[in-house]
């Protein structure tokens, strides 16, 4: 399986994607050709070899007429304008989920639904064509999955439309939600919104590069120079190999992988005590947590706390466990995990668009189920049944895929 690790070590943005897979292989020319499906006009792009703080890199631009351009967009322009463009399926597909992505996390910051959320700098051609522009670079470099290390902020202020706010930024922090941050003094603004919800969309997993045999490495460029790292971003593209994993070579890298299972048995902690942990652990990178009751010495009644999550998470979230209950112990150990892989898929629905979590095994689609989130917001929009929502979703799915085998 061909997958690409981006190293996010000095953050990430739209326009530092596209550099580093420009820089890994990509033409400028193939980009192009790519984008001229894309129903929007009035920008160019362009790409030039530079050297950044020391580092040979690729910078990527999108110049754009101002007087075409419309930066103040929703959801539904959006969709229009993919829906029109010629694009392939899966072009489309990231597209319109990493953009329903973005509509979820500025609903979330400001208190309103995807469909009132106006895009203002994400809604902007440039954005536009930096995200569906890395998705076409995705598509023909092959890439089938797509991995990231923990991304860091930056720290300090940002100035944006709605003023100057803190770092990240409250759009940036939503689209960060679950998902490892890495800890950085770099002061500014490090991942922007585009390149936060382009990475956060499209990767399945987090942490340390994956066992793989680097074919190609790419460096793209940031516009300004960082005072403690260079403001780049690095892409290592190639195989995953299963051998490497240890999995037998019928197994795929992307159904088989290793999880930390951290245990502690309390007793005398409350109910709030233990659903306030819950969120912590998850807002921490937890995989699951859970509960279940046991009986202590003395025949008294406990709770045996459960967290399942990946290995490098184990430090940060037993800090958790420690701070936040009275354990004074706390088992953990290594388990193999074989597990779906997955994919999230959109259909458009009266309702608005609704993501599905689609799963695999072996290359073979053996589940699928609507997003909660998105149906219970068409639900509460239109006044219909959340079921009825749920059944309209996977009704036009199983149509668009024709017969998939599920019921």
């Not at 929007?40 to 703080?53: D, F, H, L």
């Not at 956060?200 to 590069?209: M, R």
């Not at 051998?243 to 245990?263: H, N, R, Y």
């Not at 184990?314 to 701070?323: P, Q, S, T, V, Y």
Request: hydrophobic share 40%; proline share 5%; aromatic share 4%.
């Amino acid at each position: 399986m061909r997958i690409a690790y981006f190293d996010c070590f000095s953050g990430a943005s739209g326009d530092m994607i596209l550099g580093a897979c420009l820089h890994a292989g990509l033409s400028l020319e193939e980009l192009r050709s790519g984008l001229a499906g894309l129903d929007v006009s009035g920008y160019a792009i362009k790409a030039e070899a530079i050297r950044k703080q020391g580092f040979a890199a690729t910078q990527f631009d999108v110049q754009v007429d101002p007087t075409t351009d419309k930066p103040h967009r929703h959801l539904r322009h959006i969709r229009e304008i993919l829906d029109r463009g010629n694009l392939s399926e899966t072009v489309r597909g990231r597209a319109s989920a990493i953009f329903m992505r973005l509509a979820q996390a500025e609903a979330d910051a400001h208190g309103t639904t995807i469909e009132k959320v106006h895009f203002h700098e994400v809604g902007a051609i440039d954005a536009i064509v930096d995200i569906v522009g890395a998705c076409i670079a995705l598509e023909r470099l092959g890439i089938e999955k797509v991995y990231c290390s923990p991304i860091p902020t930056g720290s300090g202020t940002v100035q944006c439309e709605h003023g100057v706010m803190p770092v990240p930024a409250p759009g940036t922090a939503a689209l960060l939600k679950g998902v490892p941050l890495a800890a950085s003094d770099e002061p500014g603004e490090l991942t922007t919104p585009t390149g936060a919800a382009i990475l956060t969309t499209l990767a399945a997993g987090y942490g340390p590069v994956p066992p793989m045999t680097i074919e190609r490495i790419g460096v793209g460029a940031g516009r300004r120079d960082g005072q403690t790292r260079p403001n780049i971003l690095r892409v290592l593209i190639g195989e995953a190999s299963p051998a490497a994993l240890g999995l037998p070579a019928t197994s795929s890298s992307e159904e088989t992988d290793e999880i930390i299972v951290l245990e502690t048995n309390l007793d005398d902690v409350s109910g709030e005590v233990i659903g306030y942990v819950y969120d912590r652990l998850f807002e921490a990178g937890a995989l699951d947590v859970f509960t279940s009751p046991i009986y202590m010495k003395k025949n008294r009644p406990g709770t045996l706390l459960t967290v399942l999550a990946a290995p490098e998470l184990r430090e940060k979230l037993e800090g958790i466990l420690f701070a936040e209950t009275p354990t004074l112990g706390i088992r953990s150990y290594r388990a193999g995990r074989s597990k779906l892989s997955r994919e999230v898929e959109t259909v458009d629905t009266a309702g608005g668009t609704i993501r599905i979590k689609v799963g695999r095994r072996g290359g073979q689609v053996v589940s699928a189920s609507p997003e909660y989130e998105d149906c219970r917001r068409a639900a509460r929009d239109s006044g219909r049944p959340l079921i009825d929502v749920m059944d309209e979703a996977m009704r036009l799915w199983r149509s668009g895929r024709g017969n998939t085998g599920l019921a």
